[in-house]
């Protein structure tokens, strides 16, 4: 180091506690560990299966560490928080974490704090930061049964973060927390090397694609993909359109039999859990997700990453990524006409559609980019650090 510079800080050793599901967290919370790993902290990531996100062998700053779920008579439902919980009083006694990133509040941020008071004080106590990501706020999270315990796991935690301010509103609302306690918005983020516009060898048939990404949950409505897609090819009979479904969940079956009777099974592909994403993206033209509530819309910023203009649901955190009239359309929850004749617009016409598309991508590089994101984190582990301890990590009274 040269006289004058700046001491570099030693390397963080971090803990990542995610679900492994196909959706939005486990992927942010992937690459965030993926990321941290690449500038050379420690990182060890728990969850009950490896998340599709990570590579397939543990690398050199990173571990995965698959949580043991034993089934007990006594026990009706999974012991998985318990479980958890056990795997990061292990680790942290053999690795001395300095913090542990929970992502979602129930049941990982529930678990990083009975780790934490399980760990005697010479073993060391890891910082908390809990991500909240959605649904642990409106609606796991909001249930009666776990209010408190989501309240309590909020407050309990050395920094609370949302990835739109819409959520920090819900959060605040939802849960009576109090404005001088710190919500930090930090937004999802892309890797615009790894999600990028087609190249001209690249160009497909000339067919017009649509394409939604989901877990096929109630809440995205998948349905109404469907019936935007039967909707839009009765206003552009010209076109021939089709349709990409991307992902896996209940509603699967419930889809498929809708499409069959709306006359457009033929129409439709039903893609799975897609691992080449970004492949898929890039063979598209126009990305759906009328979902009736988003927190913030990572499949969303994934598509427009690839340049294809976004038609969604005017709801939650979803006007934070998709500028309306600019990176594309949105409209009401629901409204099913609405979305068809704004997905018949831009499919009808190549040229605002590369307009709506060069914007994505454009919004994407200004505001979504993963490195200055994933630096955001890693400032905010430092922050909470270098609090006292009788500020940071004590007991909280909820």
């Known amino acids: 180091m040269k006289r004058g510079d700046a001491p570099v800080p030693p ?9 492994s599901t196909f959706g939005g967290s486990g992927v ?10 690449g500038r050379g902290h420690r990182v060890h990531v728990f969850s009950d ?13 990173l571990t995965f560490h698959r949580v043991e779920i034993r089934p007990y008579p006594q026990l009706k439902d999974s012991p998985y928080a318990l479980g958890l919980t056990s795997a990061i009083v292990d680790v942290c006694r053999r690795e001395r974490l300095d913090v542990v990133h929970a992502h979602y509040a129930i049941p990982h941020a529930i678990s990083a704090y009975l780790a934490r008071q399980i760990l005697a004080p010479e073993e060391g106590a890891p910082a908390i930061v809990t991500t909240l990501h959605g649904t642990d706020i409106t609606l796991v999270g909001n249930d ?39 919500i930090d918005v930090i937004p ?6 790894r999600f990028h516009p087609a190249s001209p060898s690249e160009a497909h048939a000339r067919y017009r694609a649509l394409v939604h990404v989901s877990n096929f949950r109630p809440v995205k409505r ?22 990409a479904l991307v992902g896996d969940g209940p509603d699967r079956p419930a889809v498929e039999t809708l499409a069959a009777e709306l006359g ?48 969604a ?86």
């Not at 299966?49 to 700053?61: C, M, Q, T």
């Not at 998948?222 to 349709?243: G, H, I, S, Y």
């Not at 016409?349 to 919004?363: H, I, K, L, N």
């Open 11 to 19: 390397p963080l050793r971090v803990g990542i506690a995610c679900f």
């Open 28 to 37: 942010i919370a992937s690459e965030i560990g993926l990321s941290l790993a």
């Open 49 to 61: 299966e490896r998340p599709s996100r990570l590579p397939v062998e543990d690398g050199p700053n």
């Open 144 to 182: 009666p049964s776990f209010l408190p315990l989501t309240r309590f796991s909020i407050l309990a935690s050395d920094a609370v973060t949302t990835p739109s301010a819409w959520l920090a509103r819900a959060t605040r609302q939802n849960f009576a927390i109090a404005d001088d306690r710190p």
């Open 188 to 193: 999802n983020f892309v890797d615009p090397a």
């Open 222 to 243: 998948v349905a109404d993909v469907v019936r935007v897609f039967q909707a839009a090819l009765a206003l552009r009979p010209e076109l021939p359109l089709t349709l």
């Open 264 to 311: 457009v099974r033929d129409h439709v592909q039903f893609l799975g859990e897609r691992i080449d994403l970004p492949g898929v993206l890039r063979a598209s033209d126009l990305f759906l997700l009328p979902s009736e509530t988003e927190s913030f819309g990572l499949a969303a910023l994934e598509a427009m990453a690839c340049g294809l203009p976004v038609v």
């Open 313 to 398: 649901s005017d709801v939650g955190g979803l006007p934070e990524v998709v500028a309306h009239g600019e990176t594309g359309l949105l409209a009401p929850v629901g409204d099913v006409a609405a979305m068809a004749r704004h997905v018949a617009r831009l499919l009808g016409d190549d040229r605002e559609r590369a307009r709506f598309g060069a914007a994505a991508r454009a919004r994407v590089e200004a505001h979504f980019r993963i490195d200055p994101i994933v630096t955001r984190y890693e400032a905010l582990y430092r922050s909470v650090l270098s609090m006292p301890p009788s500020a940071s990590r004590t007991r909280v009274r909820a």
